[in-house]
């Protein structure tokens, strides 16, 4: 079997996608891979949970569409512009056929007399220039209900995890870092158990779990000048730049005493979920 070949299109299109969002080949790659609206912007038919194309294949696209077919391609799409832009001939002749001329009228005899009104209608311009498409559409995100507590938890888990993984080729050169994983689960837990929870209470959680968070991203700094980042996976890569900006979110709204932030991320596997407030009854907030 021979290489895959990929239509046009979705050369086209990753290469669109990549100066858009301005990230990496593998980045690209992966937003396309958990997004749909981007899968069906490069012609995919279905939403498909796996990689439409390896990374690699992002060098073989910009080799094979040079800047002179990006340029071409840049001029069709201006000239198919104008041309919707413009009225069609045949339009302008019939609207000419139908409001004759003064001098047409001239030549028939149909002068209009004094009090006579004048046959001929003025002509009016387009108003409108084209096609307006909104899309209001949404995808429900099958996430759990987020709650700082948890994702601050998760977050500490995932980064534990990343230790011991970059800590594997120091084994009997230097002990592990402290991360005091026990410790944060049974502070997690005593307060996740509970029905019903008081402000303080929370807060003084949400502190501690910070607090771990900003060791082990320490410890995490420290290792990748001995280990090196690449011992991790490219999705634990990805989840730890999405769990340095959780941090800073939260902590965040932890000195500011409050509730919102922008761009609020609410999952460490899909960064790109937003909240949506619909104000219904059983489900005031959709993911």
């Known amino acids: 079997e021979g290489r895959q070949a990929f239509s046009v299109r979705m050369a086209l299109g990753a290469l669109i996608i990549k100066e858009r969002l301005g990230t990496s080949d593998r980045e690209t790659v992966e937003q396309i891979k958990e997004n749909p609206y981007l899968q069906y912007f490069i012609g995919l038919t279905e939403f498909k949970q796996e990689e439409p194309f390896h990374h690699t294949m992002m060098t073989h696209f910009r080799k094979r569409l040079g800047p002179d077919i990006i340029n071409q391609i840049n001029e069709w799409l201006v000239t198919e512009e104008v041309n919707q832009m413009t009225p069609d001939r045949d339009e302008i002749t019939n609207d000419e056929d139908e409001h004759p001329s003064d001098d047409d009228e001239n030549q028939t005899g149909s002068q209009p007399t004094a009090g006579q009104p004048s046959k001929q209608q003025p002509h009016s311009t387009p108003t409108h220039r084209g096609k ?9 995100a099958d996430i759990a209900y987020p709650t700082d507590l ?16 970059m800590h594997q080729p120091l084994r009997g050169i230097q002990p592990k870092p402290r991360t005091y994983r026990k410790k944060a689960r049974q502070a997690y837990l005593q307060v996740a158990k509970q029905r019903k929870v008081s402000k303080k ?35 634990q890569y990805r989840e730890l730049l999405v769990i340095q900006e959780v941090y800073r979110q939260q902590k965040e709204m932890y000195d500011k ?18 909240p949506i407030v ?10």
């Open 201 to 235: 209470k929370l807060r003084k959680a949400i502190k501690a779990q910070l607090q771990y968070i900003h060791r082990n991203l320490k410890h995490i700094e420290e290792l990748a000048q001995q280990s090196g980042l690449h011992l991790l996976s490219t999705r």
């Open 132 to 140: 307006l498409i909104l899309d209001a559409t949404c995808v429900p």
């Open 257 to 274: 005493r409050s509730n919102r932030i922008e761009d609020r991320i609410v999952s460490i596997e899909q960064p790109h979920v937003r």
């Open 150 to 165: 948890d994702l601050l938890n998760k977050s500490r888990e995932k980064l534990e995890h990343m230790i011991d993984v």
């Open 278 to 287: 619909r104000g219904k009854a059983k489900a005031p907030v959709e993911f």
